[in-house]
C-alpha cells in the first residue's frame, strides 16, 4: 500500500467506521538507528496516542532484514507507545526485494524467525508483534516453514496474502491456501488478497477459514467496505456521503503535501472510486489532466472549498 495508503486516507477512512485496526505503510530498516520523527512523520498518529482521529489503533511496520537494527528500532518505535509493531514479509516491490526487504525473505524462514524473536524480546510485552507474509516468493512450498517461524519467534499473529510474490497483484487470490496456515499454527492468522466486494470477503471466509480479514486497495475503493463486511451497512456510502471525506481528504493533502504532488493525490482516489462510482468515473475523466489544486477543488467541490 506504499505510495497509496498514508495517515491522511487512513484518517478518512477511519472515519467512516468498519475498521478495528489499521496497518502503516512500511517504514524501511537499512543499517541505521532511526530517530524518533521519522515513526512519526510516516505515522503521526504516534502523537495521538497510536490511534487516528476516529480512535482507531495503528500499528507502525518495520521492513528490513538485519535481525539487530530491526530490534533496535522495535525498541524506539516502543517508546513512542503503538498498541503493535508489524514486521513486513509480503512486500514484492522488486527494488525492496532487491535489497533484501520484503518477500523475497519468504524463501528464509531461519531469518524471518530470528527478526520475529528478536523484535519480540526488544519491545515490552504488551506491545503486540504480529507479520505480514505472503504464500511465498517464487512457489508456496515454504508457506507453513514461514508461518511455523513467526508462531515459534512469538509472533501473535499473522496476515496472509493469498498469492506469492511471482503473483503479484493478479487475480485471483488463493484465499484456500491460507487454511493450511490457520491449521498450522494456534495464533490469529488474517486473511488478505484481492477482497474488493462484500462477497469477496465472504469467499475468503469460507475458503480460508479465518475469522479475520485485512482490507486494503479494496477499502480506498469503496470507503463503506468494512460496514458492510461487518454487517454494520447494507449498501455502499452514497456519493453524497463520499463527497465530503474527499473534502476533508483534499483539504489535509493540500496542507501537507508538496504543492507538485497534490492533484496526483486526488485522482489517484478518484481512479479507485471509479470501479464502484459512476461519479467518480465522470469527475476522473473531465479533471485528469487538471493539475492545479485550487481548480481541482474549485471543479469537485464547488467555490466554497476551493
Known sequence: ME??????????????????RC?????????????????TRIVPELKNGGRTAAGV?????????DVHCLAENAARLAELKPEGIDLNFGC?????????????????PELIHDIVAAVRRAVPADVMVSAKMRLGYMDDSRTLDVARAIHAAGGSEIVVHARTKADGYKP???????????????????????IWT???????????????????????????LALRVA??????????????????FFAQVRAT?????????????????????????????????????????LRLFGPRQA
Request: proline share 6%; aromatic share 6%.
Open 172 to 194: 485471483p487470490a488463493y484465499w484456500e491456501r491460507i487454511a493450511a496456515v490457520r491449521e498450522a499454527v494456534p495464533i490469529t492468522v488474517i486473511a488478505n488478497g484481492e
Open 92 to 108: 514484492p516491490a522488486k527494488c525492496v526485494n532487491r535489497h533484501r526487504g520484503g518477500a523475497v525473505l519468504l524463501d528464509e
Open 23 to 39: 496497518v502503516s505503510e512500511f517504514i524501511r530498516v537499512t543499517d541505521q538507528l532511526l530517530p524518533a520523527r521519522v515513526f
Open 57 to 65: 489503533p495503528v500499528h507502525p511496520q518495520l521492513l528490513g532484514s
Open 257 to 297: 503535501v508538496a504543492a507538485r504532488h497534490q492533484g496526483g493525490r486526488l485522482k489517484q482516489w478518484l481512479h479507485y472510486l471509479k470501479r464502484g462510482y459512476p461519479e467518480a468515473e465522470m469527475a476522473y475523466g473531465e479533471l485528469r489532466t487538471v493539475n492545479d489544486a485550487s481548480e481541482l477543488a
Open 198 to 224: 462484500v462477497e469477496h470477503a465472504g469467499l475468503a471466509r469460507e475458503r480460508s477459514g479465518c475469522e479475520h480479514l485485512m482490507l486494503g486497495r479494496g477499502m480506498v475503493a469503496d470507503p463503506g
Open 231 to 248: 454487517g454494520l451497512r447494507a449498501a455502499p456510502l452514497p456519493w453524497a456521503e463520499l463527497l465530503p471525506l474527499m473534502q476533508v
Open 3 to 20: 505510495g497509496l495508503l498514508d495517515h491522511i486516507l487512513r484518517d478518512v477512512l477511519t472515519r467512516v467506521g468498519g475498521v478495528d
